[in-house]
């Protein structure tokens, strides 16, 4: 987007675009009362109505993070709203809605609140990186962190006699819905932490990165590290992700409460919470990814490492390109 700048005011915003605004919103008038338009001038038409919807919720998505004025968020609203019902009305049994939501609502939500992600991933990976180097250099410090059975149970999972053991099948679905509620678990107490003024979502992204983090310095200084990565690093693309998606959306709920700025506290909660809202929908969505992958691909002894190292680099590089690229405006 042309809108690069951090300090930019609403009144420079609205002046910036308020002409593709403009003509979007004539378009969707001429929709609305056309309806002899020849087919050829209609597909243009409607080309063109697509590129400004778009834009205009990239500008909503914008606007709501830099907690601009009711009114221009109000006018961004009504008008995505009008122009989703226009292109949508005819076909729209979840599918058409599904689509949107994964090429433009989730990644552009995602690039416009990108201060909370690096904050979230900050929390998250600074502690991790930390605690593991200190786990690889003294193991014994792991009974600081879990008692000495857990610590076992851990060697003893990523062992290669469990290896060779591996799982059956039903075995697999039962670790999917394990895996699921475990995962989902963990993203739920990083966003609801922001109900505590942010707090929360602080206490569980440093926990859980250090816990994390402990685990993987432990488990390589002691000899399991080629099962233990090769184990985690395909689905972790995903469930990472996700459990840092959902600490930002549950740091920018916190920073609503703190700063709510010119509205209330309830009113800066509930546009912080509607805002937020297809950043946990999209979280929730990679955690089930990174559950199946776990339960059914990370699990499979008989895949070389080199076949999973592979596979996660493809995951890894995935997911990064889609949040960083996918939505974006045609320049």
Request: proline letters at 3%; one cysteine or more.
């Amino acid at each position: 987007m042309a809108d690069g700048q951090t300090l930019v005011t609403p009144l420079h915003f609205e002046e910036l675009y308020q002409a593709e605004w403009t003509e979007l919103e004539g378009l969707l008038d001429q929709l609305l009362r056309r309806k002899n338009t020849p087919r050829g001038a209609a597909a243009i038409q409607g080309e063109r109505v697509a590129v400004l919807y778009r834009r205009a919720c990239e500008h909503l998505a914008l606007a709501r993070a830099r907690s601009y004025p009711a009114y221009l968020l109000n006018q961004l609203e009504r008008l995505t709203a009008d122009a989703h019902q226009v292109i949508y009305q005819r076909r729209e049994f979840g599918v058409a809605k599904i689509r949107h939501f994964l090429n433009v609502d989730f990644p552009v939500t995602v690039r416009a609140n990108a201060g909370y992600l690096w904050l979230a991933a900050a929390l998250f990976y600074i502690p991790g990186i930390v605690i593991g180097w200190l786990m690889y250099q003294r193991p014994e410090l792991i009974l600081s962190v879990v008692d000495a059975t857990t610590a076992a149970s851990f060697e003893q999972m990523y062992s290669e006699s469990a290896k060779a053991v591996g799982r059956e099948a039903q075995g697999d679905w039962v670790m999917f819905g394990f895996y699921i509620r475990h995962n989902i678990g963990i993203a739920f107490q990083c966003f609801a932490g922001g109900l505590f003024a942010g707090i929360g979502s602080l206490f569980y992204l440093i926990y859980n990165g250090a816990l994390i983090g402990a685990v993987a310095g432990y488990l390589t200084e002691r000899g399991h590290g080629a099962i233990f990565w090769a184990f985690v690093a395909t689905h972790s693309a995903f469930e990472l992700t996700a459990i840092v998606l959902s600490g930002a959306a549950g740091l920018k709920i916190g920073h609503s409460l703190v700063m709510p700025g010119r509205l209330t506290r309830m009113q800066s909660l509930v546009e912080a919470t509607r805002n937020c809202t297809p950043i946990v929908a999209g979280a929730a969505g990679m955690l089930l990814v990174a559950a199946a992958l776990e339960a059914f691909w990370s699990s499979a002894s008989w895949l070389p490492h080199l076949v999973k190292y592979g596979v996660a680099a493809g995951c890894w590089i995935g997911v990064v390109s889609y949040l960083c690229f996918q939505g974006r405006s045609a320049s």
